[in-house]
T-cell receptor
Framework: NAGVMQNPRHLVRRRGQEARLRCSPM?????VYWYRQLPEEGLKFMVY????????ESGMPKERFSAEFPKEGPSILRIQQVVRGDSAAYFC?????????????FGSGTQLSVL | GENVEQHPSTLSVQEGDSAVIKCTYS??????FPWYKQELGKRPQLIID?????GEKKDQRIAVTLNKTAKHFSLHITETQPEDSAVYFC??????????FGQGTELSVKP
């Protein structure tokens, strides 16, 4: 059973470009979470999704950020018109249906660098 | 608002000593408290968790205690080893079902 897969591991974008981060949850997991981590800081909740539904996006900036978890394929975190302040590690996690928001299994993260 | 405070931010111990990391939470309805270990450049990994109906849980050299009245919980690592060196994060699941993380503790175990 493969773990949570995130790609790319590293993403470099220039200011104003778009960043697309992908996350495939563990097999059998239907809950996906995105967290952002800045250096020497904790994990900041961004969004919680189930297949085709956004359950909680209270941690996501209202502008430029969006997330989806389609019926088929990985979950996507999309950042439009990136700025330097978006540089961070973005972690995706998944949990089994019976343990929503518990027993989170994290991916290896995507390190986004905005030049 | 929802908040999880974690202390200390850095902790250095000698190999074989014990390490204690403490967290407090603000939402009295929180009912689930996991601890994650993140080695440098790696993903956070769950090491132990506790529910609000339990006061203490132990797994080999790791234990977690919970004081619901005071709204704080602690991670205890005994007989520390160099491979315990990592950043440790506490978290609390709040009433809204969201997992809120503390700021992290960087533990260094010196041989």
């Amino acid at each position: 059973n493969a773990g949570v897969m995130q790609n790319p591991r590293h993403l470099v974008r220039r200011r104003g470009q778009e960043a697309r981060l992908r996350c495939s949850p563990m097999k059998g997991h239907s809950h996906v979470y995105w967290y952002r981590q800045l250096p020497e800081e904790g994990l900041k909740f961004m969004v919680y999704l189930q297949k085709e539904n956004i359950i909680d996006e209270s941690g996501m900036p209202k502008e430029r950020f969006s997330a989806e978890f389609p019926k088929e394929g990985p979950s996507i975190l999309r950042i439009q018109q990136v700025v330097r302040g978006d540089s961070a590690a973005y972690f995706c996690a998944s949990s089994p249906p019976a343990r929503a928001n518990e027993k989170l299994f994290f991916g290896s993260g995507t390190q986004l660098s905005v030049l | 608002g929802e908040n999880v405070e974690q202390h200390p931010s850095t902790l250095s111990v000698q190999e074989g000593d014990s390490a204690v990391i403490k967290c407090t939470y603000s939402d009295s309805a929180s009912n689930y408290f996991p601890w994650y270990k993140q080695e440098l450049g790696k993903r956070p990994q769950l090491i132990i968790d506790i529910r609000s109906n339990v006061g203490e849980k132990k797994d080999q050299r790791i234990a977690v205690t919970l004081n619901k009245t005071a709204k704080h919980f602690s991670l205890h690592i005994t007989e520390t080893q160099p491979e315990d060196s990592a950043v440790y994060f506490c978290a609390a699941k709040n009433q809204g079902g969201k997992l809120i993380f503390g700021q992290g503790t960087e533990l260094s175990v010196k041989p």
